[in-house]
């Protein structure tokens, strides 16, 4: 039975609803608007449902349950109504991540089970989604387990972000393997991206995570894949002053309320690669935000100091930890209209917030940041953060500190994610901006505050700094992969550039793998409302071309198009912002060429400035030139991107 519930039809509902529920107890349907899209629902012994694209099944015999107090709901269902709706609308998002404007368009179908739950499925033209919804009696329950079963029906290829344990940063590589090679022991954060049938990707994630821990993934050794989830947290031991790791755990995985709705299972349905990019999926299955008032947000770049070890110089002080560098660093921001500076590890005195490091007058700087007109963002540890919370949010509002960097959180159990919209909450009453390190999961939090203006959980570019694990080939996979959560704080901006020969990891000045135009193009392909420049503002001053660039680069965005694209190989995508288009293209250690049809410019003539890969690039990666043309919508490039490479480009009138 095909859902497409109309207002006009809102006489017919009690025959609807008979038809309905008659249906429900044999098999339901539901699809997406645009029909392309089906979720088979059945209820015999258990729930299960299927996932068809064009009648291809995507996902066959996937089951869905959870135990409540030793009670499993799901199992022997029995439907005591079906209700059916249909929603279309525009979504204006406070930060744009994508889009100024989003189309939020589903078919909906809520089966209410006896024993007081309900299942909700959601269908979508970019996927499916489901939920759990309980109105037990009780005030307080125990979930012992939630089983989300995903079953394929062959053996695809996953791009597998596999952890080591529950206690991680979430900084993995999405690496390609068979279903059946990933065992019921090996873990992995979100998202998998699974390639089925005729190259579409699902990509398998949650949203609206709330007073629950977070979702992750394990094999079956066959061709699924299955729901674990971190227990609750009993004991805890607290190693330095930042690993609060957890040594006795429960046999439960939340203490919760008995009527609730539980998080969104989220099936991604990608027909073209650069579907994935585009998705606003899991941001639209958040809840709407929690802050009333968000005129005050202000996204952003960010001149940012531990990648660079605060290592400026040319300078006639001592650089490091200290009010003059700051400063440096904050002049550096306001020459070219940065919004704000971050004071990272090294400010306070580890274990006490409140305890500024002697070298630095943080009166005195926050004076200095607010005549310039730059914010000034603090990075904490989180459990230090979390004993002294409310004193030090008293503070940081005092010294007039716009935005906080919450960092080594590491764990995605029930009283992690409480801490998560705790920090949010409180930080939003006092205008300030928060960017969580140390876990993924709140990238999907970001609709519900807008405040969270990015979120690490990434392998991002501070690898460079110690390894070779920052390829071009895995900076390929995020934008498909991690990015489909929500935005990623990777930390892009490095001037020293190098290929796989010349390439070192060096702590205190290093330098990042790809070409110095892989690094711009990085700027408009990853998403990041509060962007970083991450290398020493002393070697940007020396790239003044590079700058014009970087400078006016935004970090949100009114239209996003991907112009071509493929997994783990190329990307090539536009961005609006205004009357701007910003063009950034990426490929991995393989050189090639691609074609930019500016076919998605309106009518007019534009100046293309262009930073594409020099001659050399393949041999010295800092090697790039610049160049400015005009084009029109009828213009086509090819570009030449070498090995590692990229191409950045800005549009404009």
């Known amino acids: 039975m095909e859902f497409l519930c109309k207002k006009a039809a809102l006489v017919l509902i009690p025959l609807i609803c008979l038809a309905v529920h008659a249906a429900a107890q044999a098999g339901s349907s539901l699809f997406s608007p645009n029909k392309q899209i089906e979720v088979r629902i059945r209820t015999g012994d258990r729930l299960q449902y299927d996932v068809l694209l064009k009648g291809t099944p995507l996902l066959q015999n996937s089951t869905l349950s959870i135990d409540i107090d030793h009670n499993t709901l799901g199992l022997e269902p029995k439907v005591k109504a079906a209700k059916q709706r249909s929603y279309e609308g525009i979504v204006e998002p406070p930060v744009r991540q994508k889009f100024a404007k989003i189309p939020e368009n589903y078919n909906e179908l809520r089966l209410e089970m006896r024993g007081n739950y309900a299942v909700v499925f959601r269908a979508y033209n970019e996927g499916v989604a489901y939920r759990l919804e309980t109105t037990l009696s009780q005030n307080e329950v125990k979930v012992y387990n939630e089983e989300a079963n995903f079953n394929f029906p062959g053996d695809y290829v996953t791009y597998y972000p596999q952890e080591d344990s529950f206690f991680s940063h979430n900084e993995r590589r999405y690496l390609p393997i068979k279903l059946s090679e990933i065992s019921p022991s090996s873990i992995a954060s979100l998202p998998a991206i699974v390639e089925a ?17 977070g979702l992750w993934l394990r094999g079956t050794g066959s061709n699924g894949l299955v729901a674990t989830f971190p227990p609750y947290p009993l004991k805890e031991k607290l190693e330095s002053d930042r690993d609060l790791k957890v040594v006795e755990a429960a046999d439960y995985i939340a203490i919760t309320g008995g009527t609730r709705s539980y998080p969104w299972r989220v099936l991604g349905i990608a027909q073209k690669d650069g579907d994935l990019i585009t998705s606003e999926l899991v941001w639209l ?6 802050v009333e008032d968000t005129s005050w947000i202000r996204p952003g770049k960010v001149a940012w100091d531990w990648w660079n070890d605060t290592n400026i110089y040319g300078v006639d002080f001592k650089s ?7 400063k440096y660093y904050i002049d550096f921001a306001a020459k070219y209209g940065i919004e704000y500076i971050i004071l990272d590890e090294g400010w306070y005195k580890l274990g006490n917030v409140l305890d500024v490091v002697p070298e630095i007058n943080m009166e005195e700087l926050t004076a200095y940041a607010r005549q310039k007109n730059v914010g000034i963002i603090l990075w904490v540890i989180w459990k230090t953060f979390d004993d002294q919370f409310l004193p ?3 503070q940081f509002e005092r010294w007039g500190i716009k935005g906080i960097k919450v960092d080594f959180m590491q764990r995605s159990d029930q009283p992690l994610i409480d801490f998560y919209h705790k920090v949010c909450r409180e930080a939003a009453k006092r205008k300030m901006l928060v960017d969580f390190h140390g876990d993924q999961k709140p990238a999907t939090m970001t609709r519900t505050w807008p405040n969270l203006i990015t979120t690490e959980g990434v392998r991002g570019m501070e ?5 070779a694990e920052a390829q071009p080939d895995h900076n390929l996979t995020l934008p498909f ?12 901006g490095a001037m020293l550039n190098a290929t796989k020969k010349t390439f070192a990891p060096i702590f205190g000045r290093p330098m990042a793998l790809g070409t110095r135009c892989h690094q711009l193009a990085m700027y408009v392909v990853f998403e990041s409302p509060l962007q970083m420049l991450a290398d020493n503002p002393s070697n940007y001053l020396r790239e003044p071309e590079a700058m014009e660039f970087l400078g006016r680069v935004p970090s949100v965005w009114d239209d996003t198009k991907v112009l071509d694209a493929k997994l783990g190989e190329y990307v090539l995508l536009a961005r609006r912002k205004d009357l701007e288009w910003y063009v950034g293209a990426m490929t991995n250690w393989n050189g090639r060429d691609l074609e930019v049809d500016f076919s998605f410019l309106p009518a007019g003539t ?13 041999r010295y990666a800092g090697d790039y030139k610049k160049t400015k043309t005009q084009i029109s919508n009828g213009s086509k490039l090819k ?14 009138p």
């Open 197 to 213: 049938a005729n190259g579409v990707k699902v990509a398998l994630a949650e949203s609206d995570l709330d007073d629950y821990p």
């Open 285 to 290: 299955l958040a809840k709407p935000s929690e």
């Open 320 to 326: 490091g930890i200290n009010t003059r560098t700051y």
């Open 392 to 394: 030090a949010l008293d």
């Open 463 to 467: 690898w460079s700094k110690w390894s």
């Open 481 to 492: 992969t991690r990015m489909f959560l929500g935005p990623m704080d990777y930390t892009p």
């Open 606 to 618: 534009f100046w293309l400035e262009a930073y594409q890969d020099g001659v050399n690039a393949d």
């Open 639 to 652: 570009i030449t991107l070498a090995p590692g490479g990229g191409w950045a480009a800005r549009i404009h």
